[in-house]
């Protein structure tokens, strides 16, 4: 199979060069599935020995400690930002980490999916945690402050009426953090947001209310690899190192005590 794509990329490179126009169209022919297919061998040669035994176990099923709602922004690396295996995180990703909020009549709603996870993650996975992350240069928070769509991107439009609510408090002035830019501002209400609109969710404001579970709001800065921690009695964001894990831990205890 590898040789037939080798040949398949040095066919396309040749038809590439004739056209003159091979440094654009070597990414869309060949490159990027060339790369990912040797990072699998690069994982099968050095990485599988130390996962093997982990998968193996995974197959009775997974438990994982969290669910982890984050966007499908490609440099947004969930696994690797919080240490994680195999097993650890049940993610959902979508364009800006929304939340539909919860319609009694979901049965008619095109938005099933991140209905269908939630109460996958909440009823069957039994999840005690779940995290909104939103992140810094995000580019549906951007596309929801310039309002520039075009026709090839109206299911975007529609799909960022869920953070419409964020837009509005950020156009009323809701200061997160000043020295932030407009749209990494907008990014931080975000978060907040969508942690409202999963209280609109029965089975979780049932959940919260009982103490059984917790929600919680991270933001990732891009630009510094840093993450931060949504605390909600002052809508500030706590950079997570070793000098506020105490902090947020005591917050945390405080959150689950009855
Ligand atoms: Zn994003």
Known sequence: ????????????????????????????????????????????????????????????????????????DSRVVPNILVSTNPGDLFVLRNIGNLVPPYQADYQHNTDTSVVAAIEFAVFTLKVSDIIICGHSECGAVSALLDKQFSSDNGALKTWLKYAEPAYKKFQQGLLIDSNLAPHNRLSRINVIQQLDHLQTYPCIAERLQAGTLRTHGWWFDLATANIYHHEPETENFILIDDKKAAKIFSMLFRKSSP
């Open 1 to 72: 199979m590898i040789v037939n794509y080798s040949k398949r990329w040095r066919i396309g490179d040749r038809i590439l060069k004739e056209a003159g126009v091979e440094f654009l169209i070597k990414k869309w022919v060949g490159f990027p599935m060339k790369k990912l297919i040797n990072g699998i061998i690069n994982f099968r040669k050095n990485f599988l020995h130390e996962y093997r035994n982990r998968f193996s176990k995974l197959v009775a099923g997974q438990l994982p400690d969290a669910l982890l709602i984050t966007c499908c």
